[in-house]
């Protein structure tokens, strides 16, 4: 098989068995779900003090980067209070119509979780609003001076939402999180250490002790990152060995899918690279970024920006996102003499 074959293999992108995998993989419990202690221990009391006053559970907020957990954790709340969860997302709910039929098919005690709440739109938040706080849903009807607005009564039900984009969120949505808002941090080592074993206990594949660690190492502190990099070691180990992810198995791997030793993928290196050479090292707008390398606004500051910025090596300040020292040296670049001063 050639090397292309079997890059393109163990592309990131997912595989149709990649969905069912990712299902097996998800924590069914909290004591399953590795740290976010504090999270954890927040939500306990939550969900216990509402069973008590037998009431619904009030409304939740999970933010900060993809693939650490927020959706699992939805699912988790939904599991611990015997809810129904019904899922949406905010690029979903394109018009007031479709909000409407959501809340008016839910039943009481449901969770309704909405995904990337920060692209709903202003109308679709302002039908929230009141679905939120009194459970009630005013629809406008006809155009004009015959215009009426009708209120139709909700069932009892709890807003779980998760956005990687807490800013975007117009603070009258993020005020009525009355339950709380909460930031999922990134992962230490040794968590993600924890969460490749129980991954690779679940999924059946041998692992040598050394390999985990290594994996964990170049999984950016995120565990939907950590299993991807698991299920692509075992594919390597199943091609190139006996199925045994070894450490030299795992190195390979990790080698051809062009992932360093800090995690960082090519187009991480391609944006500090396009930042410290093209743009002398900054500042420099995020959309110039984007277009040099032909990439998203939205995919840059999402997904790459935020582990980028965790490691030092990116720093946004109003005029722009700039370069630091440390990012010049794991580049091997050398700072300009004028720079080295102000780079830090
Ligand atoms: P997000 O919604 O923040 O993007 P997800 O909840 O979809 O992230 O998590 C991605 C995957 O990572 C899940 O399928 C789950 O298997 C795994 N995962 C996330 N958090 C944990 C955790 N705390 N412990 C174990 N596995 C986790």
Do not use: W
Not at 24 to 48: C, H, M, T, W
Not at 73 to 83: D, F, G, I, P, Q
Not at 197 to 225: D, H, M, N, Q, Y
Not at 240 to 247: E, F, N, Q, R, S
């Amino acid at each position: 098989m050639s090397s292309d074959e079997i890059k393109s293999q163990l592309t990131p992108k997912k595989r149709s068995d990649d969905l069912s995998l990712d299902l097996a993989l998800r924590p069914k419990s909290f004591d399953e779900y590795v740290g976010q202690e504090s999270i954890k221990k927040n939500l306990k009391i939550l969900i216990e003090a509402a069973q008590k006053r037998n009431e619904p559970l009030e409304h939740l907020l999970f933010y900060g980067p993809a693939g650490l957990g927020k959706t699992t954790l939805a699912h988790l709340v939904a599991k611990e209070t015997s809810s129904q969860i019904k899922i949406t997302s905010g690029p979903a709910i394109e018009k007031v119509g479709d909000l409407a039929s959501i809340l008016t098919n839910l039943s009481p005690g449901d969770i309704l979780f909405i995904d990337e709440a920060h692209r709903l739109n202003k109308l679709i938040e302002e039908i929230l609003y009141p679905a939120m706080e009194n459970r009630s849903l005013d629809i406008i009807i006809g155009k004009g001076p015959s215009a009426r607005t009708i209120q139709l009564e909700l069932p009892s039900f709890t807003l779980v939402a998760a956005t990687t984009r807490i800013a975007l969120l117009s603070s009258p949505l993020r005020s009525r999180f009355s339950g709380g808002s909460f930031r999922l941090d990134f992962y230490t080592e040794e968590n993600i250490e924890k969460i490749i074993k129980r991954s690779a206990e679940i999924l059946g594949v041998k692992i040598e002790s050394g390999a985990i660690p290594l994996i964990a190492s170049r999984s950016r502190f995120t565990p939907r990152i950590a299993n991807r990099l698991l299920k692509r070691a075992r594919d390597y180990a199943e091609v190139k060995g006996d199925g045994i992810i070894t450490v030299p198995l795992a190195e390979e791997a990790l080698k051809l899918l062009e992932i360093d030793e800090l995690g960082l993928e090519s187009i991480d290196r391609k944006i500090l690279d396009t930042v410290i050479k093209k743009f002398g090292g900054g500042p420099v707008g995020l959309s110039t970024i984007a277009a040099s390398i032909m990439e998203e606004d939205d995919t840059i500051e999402e997904v790459y920006e935020p582990y980028l910025m965790q490691l030092g090596f990116l720093e946004r300040t109003p005029r722009g996102r700039c370069a630091t020292l440390r990012a010049y040296e794991h580049l091997g670049i050398t700072a300009p003499k004028q720079d080295q001063q102000k780079l830090i």
